[in-house]
């Protein structure tokens, strides 16, 4: 079984629709990345948290530290959202990142 | 700061040959970070480096891999022989520390025919 599981793996939305992104670990962590590559194979890190929620304009990121759960959230989400979305927890006792498979999201206009 | 500054960014080498990556942090980050991504794997962590020192490295694959940091502003990665599918994006990335917001730089892809 893998230490972090994403769902969806691929998400088609419409312009201006809500969108969620689930991540469950299996490991004690530190903390936890969502990172967003886009096509152009750049990542970029949206959020690091370990409790409560995190705001950054139109994304909003949760977690729930006793049931190993996070959630990225988009809201009025636009055609340049599209990009893979991967949850990246940080292993407690080391630190070092352990990596989702990622959801691919595609916004269409 | 220009972020994480990474060379070259594609590399095209013949199998047998020896490559070396190139990864120059974030200025006044103390943790690097060496990344791998393929389809089959997505990201995988290879090494990490803590004060120039390495923490971990059961993330690299086999001995033809090794990775340095002689000093806080450069580290490398290298693969002596390299192999087809040793093919993936390489990145690295660097943070304030190992517990903090990671930075990463634009990955080198690298392809070995």
């Known amino acids: 079984k893998n230490e972090v599981e994403q769902s969806p793996q691929n998400l088609t939305a419409q312009e201006g629709e809500f969108i969620t992104i689930n991540c469950s670990y299996s490991?004690?962590?530190?903390?936890l990345h969502w990172l967003q590559q886009h096509p152009g194979g750049g990542i970029v890190s949206l959020f690091m948290?370990?409790?409560g929620k995190k705001k950054h304009g139109r994304l909003i990121a949760t977690i729930n530290i006793q049931e190993k759960h996070s959630s990225l959230h988009i809201t009025a989400s636009h055609p340049r959202d599209s990009a893979v979305y991967i949850c990246?927890?940080?292993?407690?006792?080391?630190?070092?990142?352990?990596f989702g498979k990622g959801t691919k999201l595609s916004v269409k206009p | 700061d220009a972020g994480v500054i990474q060379s070259p960014r594609h590399e095209v080498t013949e199998m047998g040959q020896e490559v070396t990556l190139r990864c120059k942090p974030i200025?006044?980050?103390?943790?690097l970070f060496w990344y791998r991504q393929t389809m089959m794997r997505g990201l995988e962590l290879l090494i990490y480096?803590?004060?120039?020192?390495?923490?971990?490295d059961s993330g690299m694959p086999e001995d033809r891999f090794s990775a340095k940091m002689p000093n806080a502003s450069f580290s490398t990665l290298k693969i002596q022989p390299s192999e087809p599918r040793d093919s993936a994006v390489y990145f690295c990335?660097?943070?304030?520390?190992?517990?903090?917001?990671?930075?990463f730089g634009q990955g080198t892809r690298l392809t070995v025919v």
């Open positions: 990335a660097s943070s304030v520390q190992v517990y903090t917001e990671a930075f």
């Open positions: 948290l370990s409790s």
């Open positions: 480096f803590n004060n120039n020192v390495p923490i971990d």
């Open positions: 200025s006044g980050h103390n943790s």
């Open positions: 990246a927890p940080g292993r407690g006792s080391q630190g070092n990142l352990i």
């Open positions: 490991v004690g962590i530190s903390a």
